[in-house]
Nanobody, 114 residues
Framework: QVQLVESGGGLVQTGGSLRLSCVGS????????MAWYRQAPGKQRQLVAL???????NYAISVSGRFSAFRDNTENTVYLRMSSLKPEDTGRYYC????????WGQGTQVTVSS
């Protein structure tokens, strides 16, 4: 059974930074491309970043240059380092396997105040 547990969210002022973590179990973690998504209130979940098993990554245009995803396969963990945060980055952040329809965790809330 896939289990993904996100943490590290919080309330931060505009321009601040946070680092999110996601620990996975029940999957061959190192073999999966992992992704970070966010869901703002009243909006659909959208892709923020994806990170392949080799550590290469891609980002949504809206976060490119501000967010950085990395992973530690030995710890079954992916991270999302977020800097220069903006109010529009507010939302609930989730990680999952890229393209997966199931296995969603509870996410972690990020709130950026103006």
């Amino acid at each position: 059974q896939v289990q993904l547990v996100e943490s590290g969210g919080g309330l931060v002022q505009t321009g601040g930074s946070l680092r999110l973590s996601c620990v996975g179990s029940g999957i061959i973690f190192s073999a999966n491309t992992m992704a970070w998504y966010r869901q703002a209130p009243g909006k659909q979940r959208q892709l923020v970043a994806l990170i392949r098993s080799d550590g290469s990554s891609n980002y949504a245009i809206s976060v490119s240059g501000r967010f950085s995803a990395f992973r530690d396969n030995t710890e079954n963990t992916v991270y999302l380092r977020m800097s220069s945060l903006k109010p529009e980055d507010t939302g609930r952040y989730y990680c999952n396997r890229w393209g997966a329809a199931d296995g969603w965790g509870q996410g972690t809330q990020v709130t950026v105040s103006s």
